[in-house]
Structure formats: structure tokens, C-alpha cells
């Protein structure tokens, strides 16, 4: 099986920019997860959706967004950048909830200058 | 506050040693407890998950335990090599049931020098 796969692999942005991830999941696997890293914060969940529903919503201000399409993809937004947005966006499937085992994409990195 | 904590941020071992990390949490209630790899730039990847009711998981050169009234897990490798080095990550299941994602620890980066 075809692991999961995310595009764009980097972004540099500037401030106030606006941008759009993109994550493939694991063929059959329907629960898509989103989490920001970085160094000081480690792994920070954003959002999980099933079934093109948001499930889950981590911390995280309203500038985050995400949608999942009835194939399983899904996509984040983020709107006005900010420096702190820099970080690797990191997509995770699962076959249907977000506590199982996490199946990460490669991440995409995000450069806010 | 629920918390958890992987107590070294780095750890430098010699080639053949064993590794030994810990991940040590707080007013959690975990079903379960994952333990991930991650190499620089690249996504985590699983390991292995160790269930409350198991004392010890093994595959290959990895050990996991889980003391569910000390609230800790341990995770070994045996015999370690430089391509061990990496960062390793915990998570658990906050509720216990799979349906709230998954809190990571900020993980320990294992270096393995020869």
C-alpha cells in the first residue's frame, strides 16, 4: 500500500500570505489528522476529520482551517501568516479513529518570512 | 495539569549499549501507550504500542514496558547501532477509548556514536 503522501514538500511564504496543504491518506483509511512541530513545542494536534467532518480541534486560532473531501484527501488552509507558523506540517491517517497507531506523511515544511 | 514527559531531550550512548528511554505522564488514564520514530525532516514512524494490561512488548531489538502505577513506559534498544540514532517519540490515548487524538511527548534524540 501506498503510504501517505503530502504536497507541497516546502513553502516559503511572507507574512499575511495565505497557504494550502495538501495530504493523501492510506488507501482505506478514513481518519485524517493534522499536527504542526517545532522545536519547542513538539507535536501540536490541529484537527482530525472522518467522513469529511472535522471530529476533533486541537488548540489552535480560527486562522486554521481544514476540509476533507469524500475520497478521504484532505487540505489545510492558513490565512495571514505569522513568523510563528514556520514549522513541519504533519499529515497522519488512520483507519478510523485518531487514537490508533498514526501513519505520518513526510511533512511539508512551511517557511513564514 | 496533565502532562507528558520524556525525560531527556538528548541521550548519547556507545555503539552495542543498550539505549534505555523513558516517558513519564501525568493525570492521564491511557488504554495504551505508542512509541514512534522520527528522523530528521521526515514524518514519525510507528514501532510499537504496548496495551495497559502488558507489562512488556518485544520486536526485534526493541523492548517496550508500561507500569500503569508508576505512569510510566520504557523503551530499550538492545545492542545499538549509529543507525538507531534518531528521535523517538511516546504518545498516549488521553481518554483510553481511541477516539481523542493522540498526545506526543516531545520526544529524545538518541545519538549512537562508534
Known amino acids: 500500500k501506498a503510504g501517505v503522501t503530502q504536497t507541497p514538500r516546502y513553502l516559503i511564504k511572507t507574512r499575511g500570505q495565505q497557504v494550502t496543504l495538501s495530504c493523501s491518506p492510506i488507501?482505506?483509511?478514513?481518519?485524517v489528522s493534522w499536527y504542526q512541530q517545532t522545536p519547542g513545542q513538539g507535536l501540536q494536534f490541529l484537527f482530525e476529520y472522518f467522513s469529511e467532518t472535522q471530529r476533533n480541534k486541537g488548540n489552535f486560532p480560527g486562522r486554521f482551517s481544514g476540509r476533507q473531501f469524500s475520497n478521504s484527501r484532505s487540505e489545510m488552509n492558513v490565512s495571514t501568516l505569522e513568523l510563528g507558523d514556520s514549522a513541519l506540517y504533519l499529515c497522519?491517517?488512520?483507519?478510523?479513529?485518531?487514537?490508533?497507531?498514526?501513519?505520518f506523511g513526510p511533512g511539508t515544511r512551511l517557511l513564514v518570512l | 495539569s496533565q502532562k507528558i514527559e520524556q525525560n531527556s531531550e538528548a541521550l548519547n550512548i556507545q555503539e552495542g549499549k543498550t539505549a534505555t528511554l523513558t516517558c513519564n505522564y501525568t493525570n492521564y488514564s491511557p488504554a495504551y501507550l505508542q512509541w514512534y520514530r522520527q528522523d530528521p525532516g521526515r514524518g514519525p514512524v510507528f514501532l510499537l504500542l504496548i496495551r495497559e494490561n502488558e507489562k512488556e512488548k518485544r520486536k526485534e531489538r526493541l523492548k517496550v514496558t508500561f507500569d500503569t502505577t508508576l505512569k510510566q513506559s520504557l523503551f530499550h534498544i538492545t545492542a545499538s547501532q549509529p543507525a538507531d540514532s534518531a528521535t523517538y517519540l511516546c504518545?498516549?490515548?488521553?481518554?483510553?477509548?481511541?477516539?481523542?487524538?493522540?498526545?506526543f511527548g516531545k520526544g529524545t534524540r538518541l545519538s549512537v556514536i562508534a
Open positions: 504518545a498516549l490515548d488521553p481518554l483510553g477509548g481511541g477516539n481523542t487524538p493522540l498526545v
Open positions: 488507501s482505506g483509511h478514513r481518519s
Open positions: 497522519a491517517s488512520s483507519k478510523d479513529r485518531p487514537g490508533e497507531t498514526q501513519y
